[in-house]
């Protein structure tokens, strides 16, 4: 008969409660760890935030006794690395969560498992293992540690992956700035438009799970801007807009605004954002390494989701500091004054920039959805993209129309849009190659 153990809390974590009582591991009956009632170790879920509800559970398999993580929002780890399932050795630490409570595992002596083994015959209806209680848990509400004082001690190490260390850098600069350009409305907007949409950005980076290289993201952001300053756009306004009814929207009518809409807008703006996309996916075709693919290319889905989103935003940034900001700015400062134009210009950017996720980014990551599922599934390519394009380019057209008539329906429109951007997210998420790495925001525990 295999070796059992036990498992004694040897960490709160810094939660000031006393230790849980040791556990004996019984032969052929799960250990599961977290904040549910049910749980055979169940932790205060007042207390112990970074513990999921059903966070790890610990088994008995040929091998040894083995820890699962159960999609822990924080992560379960031994020895302090983390892991996804792991053989437990005697004097291993488990560790619920970063910084979070800690046990140590040991293994008793085959003789004694035995005897512990003959006492008691385990069955499918057995209650969970009786707690021994600890002589340390009265030691936890008097000792105070230096990471406890001290926080920044302790965890320091972990700021940049758990403690959104890099965004509150990023957000301390651009405050900086936006107060050194405080006078300068150009550079102001810039900042501030800047900020919002890269804002808007990662909460849909951190929707999709996948890590993709930034310089990639970036690159699909300025290769969009460049094809609005260059004369691409004015082939595309010529292809869209002269030869194709996306000009009728001109003549009045909603039939006549919505097909010149589909055209002018919805149509030409999502191929052309699609471009970058579709160049990724092209180059990273090309690399022989699948690592390099992943890194550079578009292998499936949330790929396409990522570069489509990546470029709305340049595509956003450019159309509104580039045409509507200044439209506006010169307009009202002509019939009234300049102050008066540039706040009216403020009052345009942010919700612009703001409501992209309802927008461009939404129109663009859903076709960049049936980009990446076209890789997926080459046999039905065509067919999924020209899905994908239709449906984007139907929503932004939509937006557009809509707009002209009812707020009401604007804000209707709007929440459909990013529906539509969230389930495809989901779905992305659900046929990821790669979905075992994925570290998706969780909305509870």
């Known amino acids: 008969m295999q070796n059992l153990g036990k498992v004694q809390q040897i960490s709160t974590g810094g939660v000031s409660v006393g230790l849980l009582a040791d556990v004996q591991l019984i032969p052929n009956q799960d250990i599961v760890f977290g904040r549910e009632p049910s749980c055979q170790i169940a932790l205060d879920p007042n207390r112990y935030t970074v513990v999921s509800r059903r966070h790890a559970v610990l088994r008995q398999t040929p091998a040894g006794w083995e820890v699962v993580d159960l999609g822990s929002a924080n992560g379960t780890f031994v020895n302090g690395q983390q892991i996804s399932s792991y053989t437990l050795q005697s ?58 004082l001290f926080p920044i001690a302790g ?80 082939l595309f306004i010529f292809v869209f807009r002269d030869i194709l009814p996306g000009g009728l929207y001109e003549d009045g009518g909603i039939i006549a605004l919505f097909i010149g809409m589909f055209f002018g807008a919805g149509l030409m703006e999502e191929i052309l954002k699609a471009l970058p996309v579709f160049l990724a996916m092209f180059i990273g075709n090309k690399f022989k390494s699948l690592k390099r693919r992943q890194k550079i ?121 990013y529906a539509f951007l969230a389930a495809a997210i989901l779905k992305a998420r659900a046929l990821s190659p790669t979905r075992s790495e994925n570290f998706a925001t969780r909305i509870a525990p």
Not at 316 to 334: A, C, D, F, K, R
Request: with cysteine.
């Open 297 to 417: 290319g578009v292998n499936e889905p949330l790929d396409g989701i990522l570069l489509g989103t990546a470029s709305a935003v340049g595509f956003t940034l450019l159309e509104t500091l580039g045409q509507y900001v200044p439209n506006i700015i010169s307009e009202v400062s002509m019939n009234v004054d300049a102050s008066t134009g540039e706040l009216l210009g403020l009052q345009l950017l942010i919700p612009r920039i703001l409501g992209s996720v309802a927008g461009h980014m939404a129109y663009s990551g859903y076709f960049g959805y049936f980009i990446g599922l076209s890789v997926l599934k080459p046999s039905k390519r065509w067919t999924i993209l020209i899905v994908g394009c239709l449906t984007s380019s139907l929503l932004h057209a939509l937006w557009n129309t809509v707009g002209s008539y009812s707020s009401l329906l604007l804000a209707v429109v709007g929440v459909f849009s």
């Open 155 to 234: 965890s320091g190490k972990d700021l940049s992956h758990k403690g959104y260390l890099i965004p509150g850098i990023l957000t301390v600069v651009c405050v900086v700035l936006m107060f050194a350009s405080i006078g300068e409305p150009v550079l102001f907007n810039l900042l501030l438009s800047t900020y919002i949409a890269g804002a808007a950005f990662y909460y849909i980076y951190q929707l999709c799970g996948k890590r993709k290289s930034w310089w990639v993201l970036i690159g699909s952001a300025l290769l969009t801007m460049l094809m609005l300053v260059t004369p691409v756009i004015s």
């Open 91 to 148: 004097g291993d630490r488990l560790m619920l969560g970063d910084n979070g409570p800690e046990f140590l595992f040991e293994l008793t002596p085959s003789s004694q498992a035995e005897t512990v083994a003959a006492n008691f015959q385990p069955t499918s209806s057995s209650p969970a293992p009786i707690p021994v209680p600890s002589p340390n848990a009265k030691n936890a509400d008097t000792n105070v540690t230096l990471s406890q």
